[in-house]
């Protein structure tokens, strides 16, 4: 496909459970993001890979929270022990290595613990 | 305090009418300031990018910098009601912070025919 894509497009779980976010970016774009908006806010940064390698990940808010790109490509943002506090919109976005500034942005994964 | 705040609106005017988006900023190491519009249940999707201050206009939108100030605005002139959507504004600072946005709240634009 043209743009990034994210799946699942809505998750319903329950308090405890571990969930697994999938990201597939725009094909040649080595960078890629990820972020969380709650209802009513901007999206929050929560880490960014260049490559396989995490560049950043401090906005990942505790250790329950961790991503993974191991072959360059795909990314799963996995929570372990979901509390209702992570319900939002997970947004993953990538961007070209020509460096134009612009990130594309999915269309979500809503996560709704209950 | 947030590092980039927003008036979340909502925000309704008629068709044709001209609009005015604000964000104010706190970190003086952003250099780098864009707009996102955002319809429902969708990912942001880039509006207008400027380095530094200054002005930049694209067809129907103006976007202004004032790092004096630390003020942000998008203008759009003759709105449509296909503008009507979240308009997002975020900065970086740049440099190995590439890519990290902070964002702005939002602000829910309407416009009615």
């Known amino acids: 496909g043209a743009g990034v894509s994210q799946t699942p497009s809505n998750k319903v779980t329950e308090k405890g459970k571990y969930v697994e976010l999938r990201c597939d970016p725009i094909?040649?774009?080595?960078?890629l993001y990820w972020y969380r908006q709650s209802l009513g806010q901007g999206p929050e940064f929560l880490i960014y890979?260049?490559?396989?390698?995490?560049?950043?990940d401090s906005g990942l808010p505790n250790d329950r929270f961790f991503a993974v790109r191991p072959e360059g490509s795909v990314s799963t943002l996995k929570i372990q022990r979901t509390e209702r506090g992570d319900s939002a919109v997970y947004l993953c976005?990538?961007?070209?290595?020509?460096?134009?500034?612009?990130?594309?942005f999915g269309e979500g994964s809503r996560l709704t613990v209950l | 305090q947030k590092e980039v705040e927003q008036d979340p609106g909502p925000l309704s005017v008629p068709e044709g009418a001209i609009v005015s988006l604000n964000c104010t900023y706190s970190?003086?190491?952003?250099?780098?300031f864009m707009w996102y519009r955002q319809y429902s249940r969708k990912g942001p999707e880039l509006l207008m990018y400027?380095?530094?201050?200054g002005n930049k206009e694209d067809g129907r939108f103006t976007a202004q910098v004032d790092k004096s100030s630390k003020y942000i605005s998008l203008f759009i002139r003759d709105s449509q009601p296909s503008d009507s959507a979240t308009y997002l504004c975020?900065?970086?600072?740049?440099?190995?912070?590439?890519?990290?946005?902070?964002f702005g709240q939002g602000t829910i634009l309407t416009v009615h025919p």
């Open positions: 976005a990538s961007s070209s290595p020509s460096g134009s500034g612009e990130l594309f």
């Open positions: 094909s040649g774009h080595t960078a």
């Open positions: 890979f260049q490559g396989t390698g995490a560049a950043d």
């Open positions: 970190n003086s190491a952003f250099q780098y």
């Open positions: 400027t380095y530094s201050s």
């Open positions: 975020a900065s970086y600072a740049g440099g190995t912070s590439y890519g990290k946005l902070t």
